[in-house]
T-cell receptor, first 115, second 110 residues
Framework: GAVVSQHPSWVICKSGTSVKIECRSL??????MFWYRQFPKQSLMLMAT?????????EQGVEKDKFLINHASLTLSTLTVTSAHPEDSSFYIC???????????FGPGTRLTVL | EDQVTQSPEALRLQEGESSSLNCSYT??????LFWYRQDPGKGPEFLFT???AGEEKEKERLKATLTKKESFLHITAPKPEDSATYLC???????????FGTGTRLQVFP
């Protein structure tokens, strides 16, 4: 099946530091990658959409200078949370599309806790 | 505005007790409707894609159906391992992104 990995699976950091999360498509080329945030007992909220080699498109209300997205290759996208604060603590999930034109395949998620 | 509403919010079933989950949607041109399963602390796992009204897909104890306004996920003779949150999402013809519902939290107890 289509497999997407994320690293790390969890991270704890101090307020004010930056954290990078990697998302890789392992057995397919993801022409488009998506980044979501999920708060406890809530559904997924799309943060941004990125295409390989292009700038990411951010959803309304998402700060592009705070959540830096890089989609350097067809198998790797990264999300950097800059100057993290406790309110950025959440479950971050990426997905990749491309194996089938429309279906998105999700990674296992990264739990970020900012102290 | 494109929107997805799932019901019920939560469902408790006895093992073997069949039921259905509902996903109502409004979208300006449907490209696809997707069902995912999400276990606590994990990313969503893809189940089905439906493209047009009348389409049906099956996988083990799950069967998804689609009309012009809603989709149903039928669970036949569920087992405790089917316990999870089931998410429905639509993709509009004009965009790549998915619009998710809030999910149905299913608990199946022995």
């Amino acid at each position: 099946g289509a497999v997407v990995s994320q690293h790390p699976s969890w991270v704890i950091c101090k307020s004010g530091t930056s954290v990078k999360i990697e998302c890789r498509s392992l057995d397919f080329q993801a022409t488009t990658m998506f980044w979501y945030r999920q708060f406890p007992k809530q559904s997924l909220m799309l943060m941004a959409t990125s295409n390989e080699g292009s700038k990411a498109t951010y959803e309304q209300g998402v700060e592009k200078d705070k959540f830096l997205i890089n989609h350097a290759s067809l198998t790797l996208s990264t999300l950097t949370v800059t100057s993290a604060h406790p309110e950025d603590s959440s479950f971050y999930i990426c997905s990749g599309g491309g194996r089938h034109p429309d279906t998105q395949y999700f990674g296992p998620g990264t739990r970020l806790t900012v102290l | 505005e494109d929107q997805v509403t799932q019901s019920p919010e939560a469902l408790r079933l006895q093992e073997g007790e069949s039921s259905s989950l509902n996903c109502s949607y409004t979208v300006s041109g449907l490209r696809g409707l997707f069902w995912y399963r999400q276990d606590p602390g994990k990313g969503p796992e893809f189940l089905f894609t439906l493209y047009s009204a009348g389409e049906e897909k099956e996988k083990e104890r799950l069967k998804a159906t689609l009309t012009k306004k809603e989709s149903f996920l039928h669970i036949t003779a569920p087992k405790p391992e089917d316990s999870a949150t089931y998410l429905c999402a639509v993709q509009a013809s004009w965009a790549d992104k998915l619009i998710f519902g809030t999910g149905t939290r299913l608990q199946v107890f022995p």
